[in-house]
């Protein structure tokens, strides 16, 4: 069975930091890899994901995610945090073939971003 | 293009009431999902389907029917509404884009049951 697992629910940096939301998965099979972000009262929007066609996946708004195979991990990161980046990110994992029927979230991490 | 609605947006419920939150695409997608999403517990899937005709359980789908009324909508009901199922539920559609099947969400429905 998959399985997702975010560490940290709450992660608060200063503006201009470093964001590092960490994401580790569980999976018999290669995995598809997914970031989603949702803002408050909003779905879920589509931050990046991988699809074995690169190990350093760039997506919108400055985001990128690195998969690491031997440590079962898809973090995401941002080099400067804005204080738009605040929100709620959600990791997840696919099931074989990449199809989305499914599709295994984590928790959830919340980011504050401080001024 | 509206991607993924879902109505209504807030409703209240008492116990043992019934309701339908609809959902609709217009991404041609044939795949839709039902979740919920409660604190800390991310999102769950409900109910799926991979296409017309066609629906499946997810993780948590007691106390919940589906229907694909057709390639466009897809409705959840609750026939006996609990105060376990207040909630936010999303629906989904996913379509093939950049080689990989993604889904795009709906704006979420608000239901509180008393």
């Known amino acids: 069975a998959q399985s997702v697992t975010q560490l940290g629910s709450h992660v608060s940096v200063s503006e201009g930091a470093l964001v590092l939301l960490r994401c580790n998965y569980s999976?018999?099979?290669?995995?598809?890899l997914f970031w989603y972000v949702q803002y408050p009262n909003q779905g879920l929007q589509l931050l990046l994901k991988y699809t074995s066609a690169a190990t350093l996946v760039k997506g919108i708004n400055g985001f990128e995610a690195e998969f690491k195979k031997s440590e079962t991990s898809f973090h995401l990161t941002k080099p400067s945090a804005h204080m738009s980046d605040a929100a709620e990110y959600f990791c997840?994992?696919?099931?074989?073939?990449?199809?989305?029927?499914?599709?295994?979230f984590g928790k959830g991490t919340k980011l504050s971003v401080k001024p | 293009n509206a991607g993924v609605t879902q109505t209504p947006k807030f409703q209240v419920l008492k116990t043992g009431q019934s309701m339908t939150l609809q959902c609709a695409q217009d991404m041609n997608h044939n795949s839709m999902y039902w979740y919920r999403q409660d604190p800390g517990m991310g999102l769950r899937l409900i109910y799926y389907s991979a296409s017309e005709g066609t629906t499946d359980k997810g993780e948590v789908p007691n106390g919940y029917n589906v229907s694909r009324l057709n390639k466009r909508e897809f409705s959840l009901r609750l026939e006996s509404a609990a105060p376990s199922q207040t909630s936010v539920y999303f629906c989904a559609s996913s379509g093939w884009t950049g080689g990989l099947e993604t889904q795009y969400f709906g704006p979420g429905t608000r239901l509180l049951v008393l």
């Open positions: 997840a994992v696919s099931s074989v073939g990449g199809s989305q029927g499914n599709l295994i």
């Open positions: 999976s018999s099979v290669p995995p598809y």
